[in-house]
């Protein structure tokens, strides 16, 4: 899979998950951080998200992990989180 359409779909569950209609996948810089001062997120966002997630990807979350806030920094890194969790090569 092409590591801009894992981030596409990123973008899409963000806006859907979210209700972030106004905004479009166009809109989400890769690299911009998802809370505070970037897309301006915050931790009831970030619940809804993981949710999200876990349904669409079947990923394992856990609240315990010191590294849990570095994977939802982006969807660049939430990217690369998915893809190691779920082994996706990203061309």
């Given at each position: 899979m092409k590591r801009s359409l894992l981030e596409l779909e990123i973008k899409n569950l963000i806006i859907s998950s979210l209700d972030l209609e106004d905004l479009s996948a166009d809109d989400i810089d890769s690299s911009a951080p998802?809370?505070?001062d970037g897309l301006g997120l915050d931790s009831i966002d970030a619940l809804e998200l993981g949710m999200?997630?876990?349904k669409k990807y079947d990923l394992t979350l856990s609240e315990d992990d010191t590294e849990y806030k570095q994977y939802f920094y982006s969807v660049s890194t939430l990217c690369d989180f998915v893809s190691g969790q779920k082994n996706i090569d990203l061309e």
């Open positions: 998802l809370f505070k999200a997630l876990k």
